[in-house]
């Protein structure tokens, strides 16, 4: 969203805005849909956030981008690398979710 | 508001309550989604499994329908069919974040709705990590690129 120009840009802005208006309704009708009882902390979550952020530019895409539309329309670069996300969360969560619980 | 930011605005906020409503909006159940070797929840797959199958019947229905969108001159699909470095590379940081937050791109964007600081902490911090791999990693991985776009027009 951010290195686009013109009219790409804006219709990219409003499917954040709505994404974020959706928040918004979800919370009014139950503030449930957003319990995070991860126990991540803050100084966690902002490198979380980091990795998430160059993860996705840096390989094209999401669960969304590549799990969701790109395995929808039978793509094998997008069935790689949902395999290799996946994969990689669960290492991580192996190694760390013991200190968690 | 027109018809292209007004339907975009609604495909948002639809997406939004599918993701609230299934559960990817909550952290603890995407760990436990992650966690195979703890108490392991695979209700989330059936999540991805539901999404990529109703893709998969809307986008080949459009497409047989609609030779163009109704909002564009034509559909945007993705070109690149190589799986590379990049990919690979790309793919295991994101899925190390998604594990150690609990969060993806489009859920933490939707929990932005909550107000919780975290959740903007997560989000801000996501935006500029999108920055530095566009402007600084992305340069590590040109010189393929270039390489390609040199065979690419040495065949022409």
Redesign the interface.
Known sequence: M??KQG?ER???T??????????????YLN?E??????G?S?L?????????????????G???G????????????SL???I???????????I???FY? | MDKTTFVTFFSGVLFSIGLGISGMTQPQKVIGFLDVFGAWDISLAFVMVGGIISYLIFQLTIQKRFSTPLLAKQFYLPTQNEIDKRLIFGAVLFGIGWGLGGFCPGPAITSLGSGSLSTMAFVVSMGFGMLIADKVISQIFIPSVIKADSVDSAQK
């Open positions: 951010f290195f009219e804006k219709w990219r409003s499917f954040v805005a709505g994404l974020i208006a959706g928040g918004i309704g979800l919370q503030p849909f957003f319990t995070n009882t991860s991540r803050l966690v979550l902002v490198l979380a956030g980091l990795l998430v952020g160059i993860g996705t530019q840096i390989g094209s999401c669960t969304s590549h799990g969701v539309c790109g395995i929808g329309r039978l793509s094998p670069r790689v690398a949902t290799v996300f996946v994969f990689a969360g669960m290492v991580l969560v192996a760390i979710q013991p619980n």
